[in-house]
């Protein structure tokens, strides 16, 4: 584009953000363009920095769970979970069997309610409006199930170190595959509106090409990195909790572009709510949901322990370094968003102003996360 | 071409049915039985006096110093009225620090906070949600009344009881044990 210019021109900058409506939260970009082509794009970050990692040091371990909430608050149980994980394994604390089916379930209920999300935005995105209030509205189904659960819609607080804070309702399990049957359904209600719409298509299809060599070097996880054709997933390479008992497909796009990014994540609540249903036949009725032995305030030995989990943007990693008080040394967040925020230059460059929107978009960052 | 309009037609099949959204203020959506908004101290109405012995395990838990109390001696206790020594004189909940996470509740010993079904306590001033302890047991009775709420040491307490029986009667042979089988291995964590 900048080579083949007719007259001699300057580029020029241009400010999106930081309170453009489809930035998804407060974020800037700075764009350099030739006419209606973008040149280079310079993301900032950093203007919902709350110092998490530092505000962890001064906290106790059960207080730190809550500001693990606001960190992805799309997907706050995926956050708790990797916390939790993470110190049991520091602690070697073996959770009860009942406790991890129930955090499991949850946690890809929560996957779905975030990419449900993520399909109402994209949609938004390019100019429909349907989308968003159908994303909502099964958004909204899920959440009362949380609220029902662990008595808040987004910020739970409900996982501890060793089991969950208490045990869930008498009809949860029914409720649950209730939902997982009404999900499905409209899962399908979703993808019939939005996929394969020619308009929807105009605008995705090789749009924010990302190739699969071009991810690896940018440390791009989760849907991203799987849309641009590498099978990696936390959830089945390096698997976790209960994840090697379900039979699950990775869903693997081909082009790397938008719409691949964005199918990618509808076929994945098709899996999720495969996975959710599996779970609810192999969880045991009774049993205890908190572990023994682990105390209110717990102190695990001196050592460190990286953790690492699937949470819908990527891979969601904690290190943790204990000193054996009962605060942690040091702790540090690895968030995905963060991390394929970082691809957001690459993609950019060379496409048009109006298709900018799409690929931040695509992406599916959360503030809360990138600027922790 | 097709498939905008296969869209269009699940739009019109869609359309009639009956909208999931509420007009806010004028309807309200209704809350889950164990939604947790505000906390509020309970009052004991038995003996007539709060529960919260001021032992300050919340003040101290609390992720974000939202609240303060103030313990003194009981009158009711020198009376022979009441079992707690000491009970609470002041306490304060800053609602605008709040973040609702129950830890308050969880940590207390004596029943005395709970998270009530609170959560519309707007206020136009800066410091207008800062609540005293009256207050906060005016909301609390409202909790109580409205949701049937017994102490949570009594409840585990009656379902400790009822175990012993049962297991007490099974020991006896009189029914049999409730068998409890895992489905899979034992093994869970990472």
Known sequence: ?372 | MLNSLKGLLLTLRIAPRKPVTAEYPKKHLPIQDSYMGFPVLTWDSRIGEPYCTGCMVCVRMCPTNCMSALMKDNPLNKEGKSPRKKIIEAFEINYGRCILCGICEEVCAFDAITMSHQHELGSMARNGRRVDLPRLLELGKLYQDESGWRPPTEIEKEKQAALKTVQASAAAGAIPPPVVQPTSPPQAGP
């Open chain 1, 1 to 372: 584009m900048a080579q083949s210019r007719p007259l001699q021109s300057l580029d020029m900058m241009v400010n999106m953000g930081p309170q453009h409506p489809s930035t998804h939260g407060v974020f800037r970009m700075v764009l350099w363009v030739d006419g209606e082509y973008i040149v280079e794009a310079e993301p900032y970050i950093g203007y919902l920095h709350r110092g998490t990692e530092k505000l962890c040091e001064g906290e106790l371990y059960p207080q730190i769970i809550t500001l693990f909430d606001r960190l992805d608050y799309l997907a706050n149980f995926n956050n708790e979970w990797t916390l939790c994980l993470a110190m049991e394994k520091l602690m070697s604390v073996q959770v009860p069997e009942r406790a991890e089916y129930i955090r499991l379930i949850l946690c890809e209920l929560n996957r779905i309610a975030s990419h449900m999300l993520f399909y109402g935005t994209m949609g938004l995105d390019a100019g429909a409006m349907t989308p968003v209030m159908w994303g909502f509205r099964e958004r909204e189904r899920i959440q009362r199930l949380f609220e029902a659960t662990s008595g808040a819609r987004m910020m739970h607080n409900y996982f501890r170190i060793g089991g969950i804070k208490e045990d869930v309702p008498e009809d949860w399990k029914a409720r649950v595959s209730g939902l997982a049957s009404e999900l499905e359904k409209s899962i399908e209600e979703c993808d019939k509106l939005l996929t394969y719409n020619e308009v929807y298509l105009v605008r995705s299809v090789n749009v924010g090409k990302l190739s699969a060599k071009e991810a690896l070097e940018w440390g791009v996880t989760g849907p991203c990195l799987r849309a641009s054709g590498i099978p990696y997933d936390v959830r089945t390479s390096e698997p976790y909790s209960l994840y090697n008992r379900f039979q699950f497909d990775i869903p693997v796009g081909k082009n790397g572009d938008t719409w691949d990014r964005y199918a990618l994540r509808v076929e994945e609540m098709r899996q999720s709510v495969k996975i959710i249903k599996q779970a609810l036949g192999q969880m045991p009725d009774t049993g205890p949901f908190m572990a023994t032995g682990v105390r209110r305030i717990p102190r695990p030995p001196k050592g460190e322990v990286y953790l690492g989990t699937e949470n819908p943007r990527g891979e969601f990693g904690v290190y943790i370094v204990s000193d054996g008080g009962d605060k942690p040394y040091r702790l540090k967040i690895r968030p995905p968003s963060f991390v394929n925020l970082q691809a957001l230059k690459a993609m950019l460059r060379n496409s048009y102003i109006a298709d900018s929107v799409m690929i931040l978009g695509s992406l599916d960052i959360v503030l809360g996360e990138v600027d922790r």
